[in-house]
């Protein structure tokens, strides 16, 4: 039987307390891939061609190939100071490549991966160094042509793509240009960061998400929202957005995901520079709480990780330095889970790490210096 657990952390003179109920009774087994130096971004993959998952993370400044399972270091490279990134096969030669980008001034590149990964240099290209303000990153396919696209925030108020936000295709050859597509153009203020992709409306196209943080960098006063825009049948023109919740302080991520089993499309959200995981229930939007006072949930992640058919969400909050997940029961109700204390983190992704079958976390810990994953104990 699930036994609870009830702990507090002390923050200043703040006393936070997390109810908690996981799998087994135990956190789960954590794993350091690096450890002693900052990192922000982390990204994992089968980067050498054995069949094991690898990471690739920027940390202390340097971009590095985490080799598994002895997480030997490969330095990529240096000084460009990654504050997201993704992986995905950029250039379609059946191997993953890895992207990251800086977030001003703005920078996006790709990494090519080499037919000897472990020997060869890995090979840069610059997707776009125009837009400013880059804090998301997501791949997914917005043009419906079954093949991924890029899309990234643009969130400082500078010229040309102040306050938007934009996708990208990619070329049919790595020498030819990324094809941008501004699809918010100044339409996202208030210091946007993550982004969502899902289809919101029915109409079968991919519609994006996203947040704006506002709080005192915020010279415009007009983030802290959410907010998505739907996609027209010709996704490289203007897109429409339409307001999820404009009261929501520290704004960061947002995930489109069925939460209750209606056939809707809700958002699962989180206030990374505030506090808070919560979801919205369309179509009007009604907010509930999944975790109403968890402090600096700054990534998310809206996957099933429990196997059972419906959509969990899992974050790991930089303030509280709480790793969580929170299993849905289907119907939109929520039970918080510990996977792990005294873990700060900015980035988060869930993957099969181990192999077998089940869905893991992957944690790039800014403010605790390491880059960590933990088993997910669920037995499928």
């Not at 971009?63 to 100071?81: H, K, N, Y």
């Not at 929501?248 to 499309?265: L, S």
């Not at 995981?277 to 999944?290: G, L, S, Y």
Request: with cysteine; hydrophobic share 35%; glycine share 12%.
């Amino acid at each position: 039987m699930l036994r609870s657990l009830m702990f507090s952390l002390v923050l200043s003179t703040t006393v936070i307390i997390v109810s908690s109920t996981d799998a087994g009774g135990e956190e789960w087994r954590k794993t350091v891939v690096s450890s002693g130096a900052s990192c922000a971004t982390a990204g994992g993959g089968d980067f050498t061609g054995d069949g094991k998952v690898d990471v690739i993370a920027n940390v202390g400044g340097r971009t590095v190939l985490f080799v598994a399972p002895s997480w030997r270091e490969i330095e990529l490279d240096r000084d460009l100071g990654f504050i997201h990134s993704e992986v995905m096969d950029v250039d379609n030669d059946g191997d993953l490549d890895f992207l990251g980008a800086r977030y001003s001034p703005g920078l996006i590149v790709w990494y090519e991966q080499p037919d000897q990964p472990l020997e060869q240099r890995w090979a840069k290209h610059v997707v776009d160094d125009r837009v400013n303000g880059i804090h998301g990153l997501l791949v997914g396919d917005v043009d419906g042509d079954g093949k991924s696209d890029l899309l990234a925030n643009s969130a400082q108020p500078t010229e040309p793509f102040a306050n938007s936000l934009v996708w990208y295709g990619r070329p049919r050859k790595t020498s030819q240009p990324w094809n941008r597509h501004v699809f918010a153009r100044r339409d996202a203020p208030g210091l946007s960061h993550y982004l969502g992709l899902g289809d919101v409306d029915g109409d079968g196209r991919a519609d994006a998400a996203s947040g704006a943080k506002g709080g005192p960098q915020d010279k415009s006063k007009m983030g802290n929202w959410f907010a998505w825009w739907r996609a027209p049948k010709d996704p490289s023109q203007a897109w429409k957005k339409e307001v999820i919740s404009a009261d929501e302080p520290g704004a960061t991520n947002i995930h489109p995901a069925d939460v209750n089993g209606d056939g809707k499309t809700d958002f699962i959200a989180s206030r990374g520079h505030g506090q808070g995981v919560i979801w919205f229930e369309a179509p009007d939007w009604k907010r509930h709480d999944i975790h109403p006072t968890l402090a600096g949930p700054h990534c998310l992640v809206v996957l099933d990780l429990d196997g059972d058919g419906d959509v969990d969400a899992a974050t790991c909050a930089k303030d509280d330095k709480v790793a969580a997940w929170f299993e849905n029961d289907g119907r939109g109700q929520f039970k918080t889970h510990v996977v792990g204390r005294e873990q700060a983190a900015y980035d988060i992704r869930a993957l099969d790490m181990d192999n077998d079958s089940d869905l893991d976390l992957l944690i790039a810990g800014q403010a605790s210096k390491n880059v960590v994953w933990y088993a997910n104990p669920q037995k499928r």
